[in-house]
T-cell receptor, first 116, second 109 residues
Framework: ETGVTQTPRHLVMGMTNKKSLKCEQH?????MYWYKQSAKKPLELMFV???????ENNSVPSRFSPECPNSSHLFLHLHTLQPEDSALYLC???????????????FGPGTRLTVL | GQNIDQPTEMTATEGAIVQINCTYQ??????LFWYQQHAGEAPTFLSY??LDGLEEKGRFSSFLSRSKGYSYLLLKELQMKDSASYLC??????????WGAGTKLIIKP
């Protein structure tokens, strides 16, 4: 399998549930990202990991908890979400994630999350 | 604050040419990216500009003017499969990507 994969592709959960989103990249990259995409809004960066270390947390509520066990895998653990958290959650990876003009992010297909 | 502006929606005819504009105000500039995103799919990388001028890649070209804070994506010989959203993003002084809300392009026969 190539590129960036995400599972599940669709998820419906209640506000009291706990679930996890999974992302895997097969590109040999060292940086991974979680984004939230809501309709007609810019992509919102949530978390960044470089070489398995978290380097960005853009004021994301604690009900979202990331985990990066190695450079190829990234998880987003969800608990006690709110209906306004319903969105498309995109994972991306890039070669370095460092101060590099040309470092390009490659995206997975996303998980469409609905919180009831 | 930092801001990326692009039209919300555009319509064009199959076989024609369309230009999607993007203007930006960011703290610093380390390159501009264009991505294509079909409904329900991953954004896919189209082009990268860091110097002024036109970069051509097949039917798609991207232009940058850093002094004007302006870029456009030019799509020629439009095909129905080009119906998608086109995302503009600028890498700021901290090398973080600042994203526009995307332009939904509708192609009509």
């Amino acid at each position: 399998e190539t590129g960036v994969t995400q599972t599940p592709r669709h998820l419906v959960m209640g506000m009291t549930n706990k679930k996890s989103l999974k992302c895997e990249q097969h590109l040999g990259h060292n940086a991974m990202y979680w984004y939230k995409q809501s309709a007609k809004k810019p992509l919102e960066l949530m978390f960044v990991y470089n070489f398995k270390e978290q380097t960005e947390n853009n004021s994301v509520p604690s009900r979202f908890s990331p985990e990066c066990p190695n450079s190829s895998h990234l998880f987003l653990h969800l608990h006690t979400l709110q209906p306004e958290d319903s969105a498309l959650y995109l994972c991306a990876s890039s070669r370095t994630g460092l101060a590099d003009n040309t470092d390009t992010q490659y995206f997975g297909p996303g998980t469409r999350l609905t919180v009831l | 604050g930092q801001n990326i502006d692009q039209p919300t929606e555009m319509t064009a005819t199959e076989g024609a040419i369309v230009q999607i504009n993007c203007t930006y105000q960011t703290s610093g500039f380390n390159g501009l990216f264009w991505y294509q995103q079909h409904a329900g799919e991953a954004p896919t990388f189209l082009s990268y500009n860091v110097l002024d001028g036109l970069e051509e890649k097949g039917r798609f070209s991207s232009f940058l003017s850093r002094s004007k804070g302006y870029s456009y994506l030019l799509l020629k010989e439009l095909q129905m499969k080009d119906s998608a959203s086109y995302l503009c993003a600028v890498k700021d002084s901290n090398y973080q990507l600042i994203w526009g809300a995307g332009t939904k392009l509708i192609i009509k026969p």
